[in-house]
């Protein structure tokens, strides 16, 4: 059964603090991404990568900053959180030339 | 740039059809999904449709598209109350890349 896990379902920071948000795959994917979900914006796209240590921003990088130092793994680092930061974050992954994007179960942040 | 389009809501009576409606603009898409995303989950992929198709049926669901006006529905035979949930349309990026655009999500409420 192929999966996506997220380290935390609920995460709760506070403003200033740094984050991390951990994402694992064990499908061998290629290819991994982070999005963040909010009430009517859908999912916004906040970075992905496409390889072991490479990376390309989203529509909406501002804020964030990722690691991919394992084929397996994708972080997500809010260097300083802020309340507008508090969302839904999905991690995703899909195999190179794959057509379906595998998600994980969302973790949801709160910053006060 | 690429564009996804979908009603943020719909509400149907146990055992009716839905229909959920998404208009796209990236006429060079070669894959159209549907993703479905129960409450506190991630998501899940639903069925998806080649561009060179018209219809595909999956037991309940009836997926039409529309290429010549960018217009992709799914439709939902006897709803149940277990089918309640968000439906995101989305499309795999313009000129056939990995990244899909997402629609925003329609929620589809169920009613006993």
């Known amino acids: 059964d192929v999966k996506v896990t997220q380290s935390s379902r609920y995460l709760v920071k506070r403003t200033g603090e740094k984050v991390f948000l951990e994402c694992v795959q064990d499908?061998?994917?290629?290819?991994m991404f982070w999005y963040r979900q909010d009430p009517g914006l859908g999912l916004r796209l906040i970075y992905f990568s496409y390889d072991v240590k490479m990376k390309e921003k989203g529509d909406i990088p501002e804020g964030y900053s990722v690691s991919r130092e394992k084929k397996e793994r994708f972080s997500l680092i809010l260097e300083s959180a802020s309340t507008n930061q508090t969302s839904m974050y999905l991690c995703?992954?899909?195999?190179?030339?794959?057509?379906?994007?595998?998600f994980g179960p969302g973790t949801r942040l709160t910053v006060l | 740039g690429e564009d996804v389009e979908q009603s943020l809501f719909l509400s149907v009576r146990e055992g009716d059809s839905s229909v959920i409606n998404c208009t796209y603009t990236d006429s060079s898409s070669t894959y159209l999904y549907w993703y479905k995303q129960e409450p506190g989950a991630g998501l899940q992929l639903l069925t998806y449709i080649f561009s060179n198709m018209d219809m595909k049926q999956d037991q309940r669901l009836t997926v039409l598209l529309n290429k010549k006006d960018k217009h992709l529905s799914l439709r939902i035979a006897d709803t149940q109350t277990g089918d309640s949930a968000i439906y995101f349309c989305a499309e795999n990026g313009a000129g056939g890349s990995y990244i899909p655009t997402f629609g925003r999500g329609t929620s589809l409420i169920v009613h006993p």
């Open positions: 995703a992954s899909i195999k190179l030339a794959g057509v379906e994007q595998f």
């Open positions: 499908m061998d994917h290629e290819n």
